[in-house]
């Protein structure tokens, strides 16, 4: 990965690191909410909240718009896609390493059943 997009990973990882962040996206999965909505399962207070909000949109996973005096918020379009990308390289990774492992372990098992 470029190191453009391992910062913005970075970012995205250090959002998902926190719990309330984390329930913030799951009940953002449910739709849009205000700050106020988002604040009220928390025993934070609501510039705590702000704050969390922040850090979510700075790492690009969620986006407000203005109407009136609130700014709602949703879950970007695309916003877990170099996750998405990173997890699917690991996965592979770790695909090929299985494969080679149950090759070696098919071999000595050959070997195994051809000495008895």
């Known amino acids: 990965m470029v190191p453009q997009a391992m910062e913005s990973l970075d970012r ?6 926190d719990p309330t962040r984390r329930a913030i996206l799951a009940r953002l999965s ?8 988002l604040a009220e399962p ?8 702000s704050r969390h909000i922040r850090v979510l949109s ?20 695309g916003a877990l896609t ?16 299985y494969r080679r492992l149950d090759q070696i372990l098919a071999q000595q098992a050959e070997r195994k059943d051809r000495k008895t």
């Open 12 to 17: 995205t990882l250090a959002a998902l690191a």
């Open 30 to 37: 449910l739709g849009e909410a205000t700050v106020n909505e």
């Open 42 to 49: 928390f025993a934070i207070s609501q510039p705590a909240v």
């Open 58 to 77: 700075e790492a690009g996973l969620i986006v407000q718009r203005v109407q009136g005096t609130q700014r709602p918020c949703r879950l970007a379009n």
């Open 82 to 97: 170099e996750l998405d990308q990173y997890l699917e390289l690991l996965r592979k990774a770790l695909t090929q390493n």
